[in-house]
């Protein structure tokens, strides 16, 4: 008996297909086309791809895995795309809260960053955020900060996926002194991260009120001559976009138009002040957007029309925003769940961003925004292997009656238990797998003192 | 030497009072008149009171305690308490989300609540409910459902605090068939549970469109009598209040004082839509509020003149309401955070409700609206033991440049280590020691199915 059932396994192994990984759950949400969502399901991986998707019963009879993980208790989706942040202000989270823009950047941000921002501190900073988002989930984000090569580095060491940004500002800023040089520095950024499996370098325009003209042209022309992105903000507060009428008769989103500036693969954050001739534009350039409601609400920049963006079908994702007073952490989970709550109440529709609209902002449409949706945003065969594991094992997360519902308005980033980016685990049972997190905890601790006397003086 | 460092710890000890507890932590957050935040703080314990509150060197000098919890990497703060909620509707967690109010009602709730709602489901909801709670922070809950002695014993057992609010409704209900028979079921709760360490037992006339104007009369009449409060909704919707102008030609507030429903000791529900009128009359008759940010953002209820009504004086906590789809979970971390951003973007100012007034809402405020600021909500001498610590230990914790920004706008449910109620730990290490948690769990599950198929009846 024992030599035939040897048998019947020898001929199963000779039968099935290699997969480096087989992850089965409860529910696997594929956010494919038809939005299915399979029970019981499973996802055979191998190197950085999804082979296949299935049920369990089917997963398991045609691969054999090398590892596997089951997780009768868990949601196993995409993982969640922040399309807008600034990683490395993590060191500064909280730092100013419940102030008004200009007392909060003039008299906290700008004079911390002064005194504060090295590449140093921008790769601790960037460790930090970043164990943060893999904790919570998070498998690729985008950035818009300084010494972004420093970003791209510490990224790739947590093992996260990333679209980032090298800001360009018309003022003298910590890692460049004037555009120009920003310029030739993204150029280097473009070239040391081509091809890079993890990582999108972009050029970063902080805004077109921060920004020259001529700079803006420029970054366009770089962006383009290099295929990578361009990454702005774009009408984030009532004072931009009257500042922009006043100085240019036209909104900021006519006004880079008019400039060329949207004339290509753009991501542009916040849109909280778009007319319908702005989404015009942005609908026939095919730009990105990311909607950042905590950032939005707590800097009482206003409301973006987020239900009518998505009808207009321009790509609207979401972010976490940076965590020095816009929004004191980098958790998508919360962003969803605010994003659906706030659209409802504003427009009085209870109706207005379901949970399965919110849940689709976080993976696959913010893909879309990102232009990756061909790579990530779903799990789907051939497509990239970023999923998560969400557990099901606490008080709040059970019953379940809808799994969109559950994930969008009951679970917590502290559900969030197991993390593959790119085929590689970086999160297992809720710890991080990739760099210690240990002496990062411990260098915020020496950054938070060291800020505090630097804002005493 | 020995005998000498012996003989000095026998005098110590002599010399020290007896505690039960002491608890330190990095930083302690009284709430007190004075908002003291104490630095490397401590508190001692004995029985259900708080002895002593200062710093650590101090406590430990006065007070010889049987045990200690020290977190050098936690905040020590007062229980959270939350102002208004349904615990057993914890069994219908997502049930019906992002529908149109009267179809989630008539749909949804009211068949699920008819064929499932039995004493024995409440009693598993509320058991579900409460640990959920604990689990997150919250040593006190208002609660409005039927069964209500049920509740209590369920609150009971896992350790919280309630104040626990038979339903009084113009229909049959699960439990009673009549408003006479449901009040006198009250009187008989209200017996059983006088003088209750844990248990405020209360009268929970639905609201003023679903209970005739006498029982709502008898409801204030037996409230008196006991001296028990009497819990309601109020000004919920726009709706509620329209019916009521048009029949009534006053608003709810304005009818329920015409009816002398509000001569007491009341606690209600929302008051999105109380004008100033209103408030004039709530704050004569120091009625208590609860304001529910997720549940008036999810079913786009509207948003409640919070900075109004707290700069008036009336008292006004926050409430996490049912998690049937209008919040799907009991997270006063998550409610804290929402109340200060739906005022600042509603408000167009960021610096409406201050972090610090959001924690002050989900403790001493809140204990201020249901009277019972006296016994707790902050940590001060003589108060009852209620206190929670809030681990520093995940990246999304540090750094921290403001306890209250922290406390509000990024630590979570799941950072809550501890917590003790009356003088009792019911959760250590994030594990919750008064019940097991697995057959809750089990039932939850049992309960899902059930559910789902009552509705496809």
New interface residues.
């Given amino acids: 008996m024992s030599r035939i059932f040897s048998f019947f396994l020898f001929v199963l192994a000779l039968a099935a297909e290699p997969a480096d990984f087989i992850w089965s759950a409860r529910y696997v949400i594929t956010m494919d086309a038809q939005r299915h969502v399979i029970e019981n399901g499973a996802v055979a991986i191998q190197g950085d791809r999804i082979l296949a998707v299935g049920t369990r019963a089917e997963i398991d009879a045609r691969f054999q895995a090398k590892q596997r993980l089951d997780r009768p208790d868990a949601i196993l989706a995409p993982g969640l795309i922040d399309t807008h942040t600034h990683a490395a202000m993590?060191?500064?989270?909280?730092?100013?809260?419940?102030?008004?823009?200009q007392d909060?950047l003039e008299k906290f941000i700008f004079p911390a960053e002064a005194r504060n921002v090295d590449r140093e501190f921008v790769r601790w900073g960037t460790r930090?955020?970043a164990?943060?988002m893999a904790?919570?989930g998070t498998t690729t984000y985008t950035d818009m900060y300084y010494f972004e090569e420093t970003v791209a580095e510490a990224t790739k060491e947590v093992g996260l996926r990333g679209v980032l940004g090298q800001t360009v500002i018309g003022f003298p800023a910590p890692d460049y002194k004037t555009p120009s040089e920003t310029l030739a520095g993204t150029e280097r950024f473009f070239k040391t991260f081509a091809n890079d499996p993890l990582i999108v370098p972009a050029v970063a325009p902080h805004a077109i009120y921060t920004v020259p003209d001529e700079v803006l042209k420029s970054c366009r022309l770089l962006a383009n001559r290099y295929k990578e992105p361009l990454v702005i903000h774009l009408s984030e507060t009532k004072h931009e976009n009257e500042e922009s009428l006043a100085k240019r008769g036209k909104t900021p989103t006519a006004a880079l138009e008019s400039l060329d500036v949207l004339n290509g693969w753009t991501v542009a954050a916040h849109g909280v002040w778009l007319d319908d001739a702005d989404m015009k534009i942005l609908k026939a350039r095919n730009t990105g957007l990311a909607h950042c409601p905590?950032s939005?609400?707590?800097?009482?920049?206003?409301?973006a029309p987020v239900v009518k963006i998505l009808s207009l079908g321009i790509a609207m994702g979401l972010g976490t925003d940076g965590?020095a007073g816009s929004?004191?952490?980098?958790?998508m989970m919360?962003e969803m769940?605010?994003a659906?709550?706030?659209q409802?109440?504003?427009?009085?529709?209870?109706?207005?961003l379901?949970?399965e609209t919110a849940f689709a902002m976080a993976t696959i449409t913010g893909a879309r925004a990102l232009r990756l949706d061909a790579m990530i945003g779903s799990i789907e065969t051939g497509k990239r292997a970023d999923v998560i594991m969400i557990r099901l094992?606490?008080?709040?997360a059970?019953?379940?009656?809808?799994v969109y519902?559950?994930l969008v308005?009951?679970l917590?980033?502290?559900d969030v238990a197991d993390v593959m980016v790119n085929g590689r685990v970086i999160v297992r049972d809720k710890k991080i797998m990739t760099i210690d997190?240990a002496p990062?905890?411990a260098k915020?601790?020496e950054?938070?003192e060291r800020?505090?006397k630097s804002l005493a003086r």
Same sequence: chains 1, 2.
Avoid: C
Wanted: glycine share 2%; no cysteine; net charge negative.
């Fill in positions: 993590s060191l500064f989270r909280g730092i100013a809260d419940d102030l008004k823009l909060w930090l955020a164990i943060e904790l919570s905590s939005n609400m707590k800097l009482a920049s206003g409301v965590v929004n004191n952490d980098h958790d919360e769940d605010l659906a709550k706030l409802k109440v504003t427009t009085f529709d209870p109706q207005a379901p949970a094992d606490q008080p709040h059970v019953p379940v009656y809808n519902s559950q308005y009951a917590k980033a502290s997190p990062v905890m915020a601790a950054y938070q800020v505090k």
